[in-house]
């Protein structure tokens, strides 16, 4: 039987009736939001999935369609989101140590990489639409065809594997942009409410716990870059 | 006989603190939410029973008079996709596991009460985009829908349907992370993991397989739809696709969805029979560990559903063998409550029928299951109706028994009603009579060869369809009884005190209905699970709620 008994932090605005107090109310959020990246785990990996079984099918056409994407603008993009996880962690730290200013300046930078990264990639998408690379029937009259002595296609690979690849491609780094735009969302809500100064060095949880969010898909990225644009590079083409 | 007194019930329950359409549907309570998830679960299970009996009465006659092979087709993909999607994978888990995880953990609510009501929101969601392709011209392709049939040929609302699917995978998905999370940081002081009650356990295994299979099949039916409409090709093998893929996939959430039907019901099982044997469970952490072990196993054994799908004969050989030993941990959990009922003082009230009943059909359910992981037996039952009976002895058998079993136990503190005993108990055999006429033949009928998802068979085949037919009479007679009677129950039955059946669990020592918060105060707990010990010992210490203990 408990012997001592805690004071029920009334009076703070952010603790939720529910709880008892805000360390509880902090614990559950960090851990929810662990266990939801759990199912984004679960969710990528099934095309991780496919991508590997494709991979392993059709190594020579993978590697020509990789050729064709564009590298400088993929390197470009990593770094940005690495810089950005790293105002990310500014952001969270400031916050913690009770900085609004720091951490204000940390959240625009972090929505502005966001952003930047979001622009590149649309760059790169409009460059495979021109060359006709989007998969299928996506883009109603504009079916994938692109120009055979463009993609260097080799003898024996087929342009339908190459296009499994691009669909891979799509599904993947779309899947990972739509995480971006809602990153970037759930940003600008954060920045709302610290310009109105909620969060302390009391109550930082959601800033911790976007920041979870945000490292997360920057680390799908971390693995996207390689598996897309570097693996097999060389080989093929050319 | 000793007794466990809970406080005296005031006036104000969760029922009646507010009042109006607008306080249930914006509620944050997790029992008006669970209310909410009851009624809904119901209205798609009788839709999907309407299915059921068009399917039974097309049966009946070798020929197809009733319906033909087109419509055939729609109607058991529908009975399917209603009912594994929005009957019996929210069944026990949205209704009683909303209403008592925070209950028996002593908490105020779930960690997450606005994410709560959103995953009733998004059920709710893809039950109308659903309903709008069963009205739009249905969808033919099996719950399974396997490609390249479903991406290519079909002519239905495979779109439609996959996409009411794949929004209301998210709201098991949410259920599941805030049971997790309840359960890791919301439990009274006192409550330890092994003190909790094992409907806790088994709930917490249900919101594993949840969250690590949900997210899989929205990946995989996001993938369908794309390539039905845009002809992309991953699992087209005319450009280089493979269909397997996307049984692995689909099997992989599917499989393990199976144990997310039966696992909760088995948390339900375990209540009831230690309660009403009033003995502790027999080797309580064997129960315990043997939910989490099922939960574990579910995810290395899909592949026994590819044994005739072109699948390596290794991997059908490890499959099969991992499929086997999923059977280790169920039948502890069988032995376990076996072992529980000796020498226990057990009472034949309606709960316990029908987990006394869940036993039996789920023992013959599983065993039947091994003939289908032996690779050899598997080829002669592949697609046939010893394969629908199998499931349905436990899906229905198990699923559905666990369910209204648990549903009448918690009933009084649900409804603050006492539901009719007589009817409950009539019931109760009346299911599991036409239950098993229903199915039960249909074993011999699948051995002897007759293959599932056709409109028409051969003559010799009519008696077992005909014994079938006229048990799922019985057994739509025996749901729609209760469907009254705890309706009724709720305005006219009698009034309930706060623990009718006389236990120590914690749902039991607070008012009938409870109010909003759920307890008076803060419990502390300093009992064991299933402790039948003298009143002076398990008395409830705590104080008001503005005084919170710490935990211990």
């Given at each position: ?163 499994m690849f691009y669909w891979i491609y799509f599904a993947m780094t779309g899947m990972h942009a739509l995480h971006m735009i809602i990153g970037v969302g759930l ?28 490292h997360f898909v920057d680390i799908v990225w971390i693995f996207l870059f390689p598996l897309l644009y570097l693996l097999g590079r060389h080989t093929g083409g050319? | ?6 406080p005296v019930p005031s006036k104000i329950n969760y029922i009646n603190a507010q009042y109006g359409l607008k306080s249930w549907l914006l509620t944050k309570d ?523």
């Amino acid at each position: 039987m408990a012997e001592s008994y805690v004071e029920h932090e009334v009076g703070h605005p952010a603790l939720q009736h529910h709880f008892a107090n805000l360390e509880q109310q902090r614990e559950a959020g960090t851990l929810g939001m662990w266990v939801f990246l759990v199912t984004e785990i679960m969710f990528f990996g099934g095309m991780f999935l496919a991508y590997t079984l494709y991979r392993s099918k059709y190594p020579e056409a993978f590697a020509i369609a990789s050729n064709h994407l564009d590298i400088k603008l993929g390197a470009i993009n990593t770094a940005v989101l690495i810089f950005s996880s790293f105002t990310m962690a500014m952001a969270v730290y400031s916050t913690q140590i009770g900085k609004r200013r720091a951490q204000i300046i940390s959240l625009v930078a972090t929505i502005i990489l966001g952003l930047a990264f979001l622009g590149i990639k649309a760059v790169e998408y409009y460059q495979k639409y021109e060359d006709h690379l989007i998969p299928g029937s996506l883009i109603p009259g504009n079916p994938f065809n692109p120009d055979p002595h463009a993609m260097h296609l080799t003898q024996g690979v087929l342009m339908q594997h190459v296009q499994m690849f691009y669909w891979i491609y799509f599904a993947m780094t779309g899947m990972h942009a739509l995480h971006m735009i809602i990153g970037v969302g759930l940003l600008s809500v954060l920045l709302y409410f610290s310009v109105k100064g909620r969060y302390s060095p009391e109550y930082h949880n959601p800033v911790e716990v976007i920041g979870l969010y945000w490292h997360f898909v920057d680390i799908v990225w971390i693995f996207l870059f390689p598996l897309l644009y570097l693996l097999g590079r060389h080989t093929g083409g050319h | 006989m000793e007794e466990f007194t809970p406080p005296v019930p005031s006036k104000i329950n969760y029922i009646n603190a507010q009042y109006g359409l607008k306080s249930w549907l914006l509620t944050k309570d997790h029992k008006r939410i669970a209310l909410l998830y009851l009624g809904s679960i119901t209205f798609f299970f009788f839709i999907g029973g309407i299915y059921a009996m068009l399917i039974r009465l097309e049966l009946l006659t070798p020929q197809g008079d009733l319906l033909q092979s087109t419509t055939y087709n729609k109607v058991f993909t529908q009975h399917g996709i209603i009912m594994v999607f929005f009957f019996l994978i929210p069944s026990i888990p949205a209704t009683l596991g909303n209403f008592l995880v925070p209950m028996m953990i002593g908490a105020k609510d779930l960690a997450f009460p606005r994410i709560n009501l959103l995953s009733w929101y998004i059920y709710m969601l893809g039950g109308i985009v659903t309903i709008y392709a069963l009205l739009a011209g249905g969808v033919d392709t099996g719950w399974t829908f396997y490609t390249p049939f479903s991406t290519t040929f079909s002519n239905s609302y495979v779109v439609a349907a996959g996409l009411g699917i794949f929004i209301n995978g998210f709201s098991s998905i949410l259920t599941g992370l805030n049971f997790i999370v309840t359960i890791h940081t919301m439990r009274a002081p006192g409550m330890t993991w092994f003190r909790l009650p094992l409907f806790i356990w088994s709930h917490y295994a249900t919101s594993l397989v949840m969250i690590l299979g949900t997210p899989v099949i929205a990946i995989t039916i996001l993938l369908v739809a794309f390539e039905r409409v845009a002809r992309i090709g991953i699992f087209d093998p005319a450009v280089g696709g493979d269909p397997v893929l996307f049984q692995h996939l689909f099997w992989f959430y599917s499989h393990p969805a199976v144990y997310i039907m039966i696992l909760p019901s088995m948390g339900v099982v375990s209540e009831l029979i230690a309660n009403f044997s009033r003995k502790n469970i027999f080797g309580y952490s064997f129960v315990a560990f043997s939910s989490l072990a099922i939960a574990v196993f579910g995810f290395l054994v899909w592949g026994h559903h590819l044994f005739v799908s072109g699948q390596s004969i290794y991997a059908g050989m490890i499959f099969s063998f991992l499929s086997f030993a999923v059977a280790v941990p169920s039948a502890i959990k069988v032995f376990n409550w076996t072992a529980t009922l000796y020498k226990g003082s057990i009472s034949f009230d309606t709960p316990m029928l029908y987990a006394l009943g869940f036993i039996g059909l789920f023992t013959i359910g599983g065993m039947t299951g091994l003939f289908l992981a032996t690779l050899g037996i598997d080829v002669h039952v592949t697609d046939t109706y010893f394969i629908v009976a199998h499931f349905h002895y436990i899906m229905v058998g198990g699923a559905i028994f666990g369910y209204l079993g648990g549903l009448h136990y918690w009933w009084p503190k649900i409804s603050g009603r006492m539901y009719p005993d007589g009817w409950g108990r009539f019931s109760a055999l009346l299911i599991f009579a036409g239950f098993n006429l229903t199915f039960f033949p249909q074993f011999v009928a699948g051995y002897l060869g007759m293959p599932r998802r056709y409109h028409a068979y051969p003559p010799e085949f009519q008696v077992f369809n005909v014994l079938s037919t006229a048990g799922a009479s019985i057994l739509a007679v025996g749901y729609l009884i209760p469907a009254v009677y705890l309706v009724w129950s709720m305005r006219y039955g009698k009034v309930a005190p706060g623990n009718p059946w006389n236990l120590p669990g914690l749902e039991w020592r607070t008012q009938s209905p409870p109010p909003t918060e759920n307890f008076d105060y803060t419990p502390v707990v300093t009992w064991e699970a299933y402790e039948f010990a003298p009143p002076e010992e398990t008395e409830v210490v705590g104080r008001f709620h503005d005084e919170v203990p710490e935990k211990v």
